[in-house]
């Protein structure tokens, strides 16, 4: 374990199996569409869903198309401004497209929130989130989610994409850091 971390969440054969989990009901949700023409298309919120979303495509076993954006809200900080700024725009065309939102965290949901609503205004055929992490957090945004891969405490959460700082991205596991790093 890192020495900056102060408990370890879920180990990365946790994560596997759950990620596997999705990828099996994804494939399961969208193979009638995918037999269909229809095109399913995965979309990370870089950087933090990146390495969920990687792993989370080879685990869906449908046609599909990957695209990122990047949004901010943080910045260096801990906790969100509650002003969203789209730092990189989607490639793809998404109109008539299923997208599956992949996120790492659902904290406050402002910033899927406001992802959502950009999105509708493309005419997807369909909009769902996955996120790997919801929070327990006092205040959070009305967002459905398709799928959740773990519930977690409302703790400063790093590891398998999640960062503080630009640090801690490349850990296998999720834990928790300690507060004196960030304070």
């Known amino acids: 374990m890192h020495k900056d971390i102060k408990e370890i969440l879920f180990a990365d054969t946790e994560i596997q199996a759950r990620v596997a989990e999705i990828g099996a009901a994804l494939t399961d949700e969208y193979s009638e569409a995918a ?5 399913v298309i995965l979309l990370s919120v870089l950087r933090g869903a990146a390495i969920f979303m990687a ?24 906790t969100s401004s509650g002003e969203v700024k789209i730092v990189k725009d989607l490639t793809s065309d998404i109109q ?19 992802l959502i609503n950009y999105l509708q205004q493309r005419d997807p055929a369909s909009i769902e989130v996955i996120t790997l992490l919801r929070k327990r957090a006092k205040a959070q945004a009305d967002i459905k989610c398709a799928h959740i891969g773990f519930e977690c405490p409302d703790e400063f959460i790093v590891g398998y994409g999640l960062d503080y700082a630009e640090r801690y991205r ?14």
């Open 35 to 39: 037999a269909r023409g229809e095109e």
């Open 96 to 114: 008539g497209k299923h997208v599956v939102v992949v996120e790492d965290i659902l904290d406050s949901g402002l910033t899927l929130q406001f």
């Open 55 to 78: 792993d989370l495509a080879r685990a869906t076993e449908i046609p599909l198309e990957m695209d990122y954006m990047a949004l901010s809200s943080y910045g260096r900080g801990t």
């Open 170 to 183: 490349n850990l296998p596991y999720i834990g928790i850091l300690k507060p004196e790093v960030y304070e």
